[in-house]
C-alpha cells in the first residue's frame, strides 16, 4: 500500500507524522486491497483540518474532519470515517461476489452470518 502525507500551512512535528502514519497503516486491517492512502492535514486561521483518500480497485473514497483544537481529534475523526467507508465497501464487493457466483452456478446466494 503506497502513502502520502502532506501538510499545508504549518510545519508537521514528528509526533504528528507517526500518529498519522500509524493511522494510515491501520486502515489494511479493515481491507487488505486498498492501493494507496494519502492523508491532507491542513491549518487555516484557527481550525485543524484533515482529509484522507483511500483509493481501492475502482473507487476513491474521501474522508475529512475538521477540529478546532487538535489536530489528532481531526485526524482521528477522518480515520473513523474512511474505516467506516471501507467497511461498507468491503460488504459492497462481497456481496457483489456472491451475486456472481450464484448467477453462474445457477444457485441462491449464499448467506453470511456475521
Known sequence: MKTSLTARHFNMSDNVRNHAIDSMAGLEK????IIGVQMVLSKEK???G???IVGV???TLTA???DDDLLFSAIDDAM???QRQLEKYKSKVKHEKDRREAKQYGSEPRKRRH
Open 46 to 48: 484557527e481550525r485543524w
Open 50 to 52: 484533515a482529509e484522507v
Open 30 to 33: 479493515y481491507f487488505n486491497r
Open 80 to 82: 473513523a470515517k474512511a
Open 57 to 59: 480497485p475502482g473507487e
Open 64 to 66: 475529512e474532519s475538521q
